[in-house]
């Protein structure tokens, strides 16, 4: 079954060479593809097309206009400690431990470490080996969107089909530092892809931004109109086919064949095919397959 969401993350030079890093780390994960694109807005740009432990992912080098934060983060579930101790030292190296290494009430071992390249992970000893999902993006509603993640959960999964929400874990009154924040830890499903969102105790004052967006596969003009009038909120964010929605999450509304013409198309076709939707906010399928075909 096609995947949904594709998490893409944007580097500045570096997607392909994490990428391979990332590849490394876990069972089930390769790179399916990589491309040069020539004469974007970022000059020539590196598209990257990996999976990591059976979860799709899609990279670009385009420049260094964003940095990760920990208001998007990758929570991975670990069944083996041994596992865990290793994947924890590779992305330990370089980058910088946000919290140690250790038993922890929710887990007899956990570490939230930031990798080399500014990408953000939460490890976590899971026993039973329950995660269906073994890589799942997590949301950390901060400033001005803390407190919201009851509301954005509903949003979302009203606007995917095929979606459900697994588990709420609110905190108890006193117990969060900043006091706007209300959900402790969340899990919802859209349309097959797990989600996790949490807000942000803690005061910080990252915000969401455009290094890790999500990609929603369309297979018709009328699924493009459809998640872009639900998602887009920022008229100003809207450019190549990306949105903002109204928590500032960014997301790429596109073809689901987007990667496949990138990568697999002959030099031509890709510098039609980019020439035509650079020029688009929301894209239109029948001009875009035009231009792939020289029409």
């Known amino acids: ?100 290494l250790g038993e922890y009430p929710f887990s007899e071992l956990y570490s939230w470490v930031e990798d080399r390249f500014g990408l953000n992970w939460q490890l976590l ?50 117990e969060a530092p900043d006091g706007r924040a209300v959900v402790k830890f969340s899990s919802f499903n859209l349309d097959g892809f797990e989600i996790s969102a949490m807000d942000n105790a803690m005061g910080a004052d990252f915000t969401f931004n455009e290094a890790f967006s999500f990609q929603v596969l369309c297979r018709d003009q009328e699924e493009i109109d459809y998640y872009w009038e639900k998602l887009s909120a920022d008229p100003e964010a809207e450019v190549c086919g990306w949105l903002k929605d109204k928590y500032g999450v960014s997301w790429q509304i596109i073809p689901y064949n987007m990667s496949q013409v990138m990568l697999d198309g002959s030099p031509e076709e890709r510098d039609r095919y980019t020439k035509a939707f650079l020029q688009m906010k929301k894209f239109d399928l029948e001009d875009l397959e035009k231009a792939r075909l020289g029409k």
């Not at 593809?33 to 974007?40: L, P």
């Not at 069944?79 to 946000?98: C, I, N, Y």
């Not at 890589?135 to 803390?146: E, L, R, T």
Request: net charge negative; with cysteine; hydrophobic share 40%.
């Open 125 to 174: 000893y899971d026993k039973e080996g329950s995660a269906s999902q073994r890589i799942v993006p997590v949301m950390m509603f901060s400033n001005g969107v803390c407190g919201r993640v009851e509301e954005a959960i509903e949003y979302y999964t009203d606007i995917f089909k095929n979606s459900s929400v697994d588990l709420i874990s609110k905190y108890s009154e006193g």
């Open 1 to 100: 079954m096609m995947q949904k969401i594709i998490p893409h993350l944007w580097f500045d030079k570096e997607a392909k060479e994490a990428a391979e890093f990332y590849a490394g780390l876990f069972q089930g994960s390769g790179i399916e593809g990589s491309v040069i694109i020539k004469d974007t807005p970022s000059g020539d740009t590196e598209m990257v097309s990996f999976s990591l432990a059976g979860v799709e992912f899609e990279a670009i080098s385009a420049g260094p206009y964003f940095r990760f934060n920990p208001s998007i983060n990758l929570l991975v579930s670990f069944d083996h400690k041994e596992e865990l101790r290793r994947v924890w030292e590779a992305l330990s190296e370089g980058g910088e431990e946000r919290m140690a």
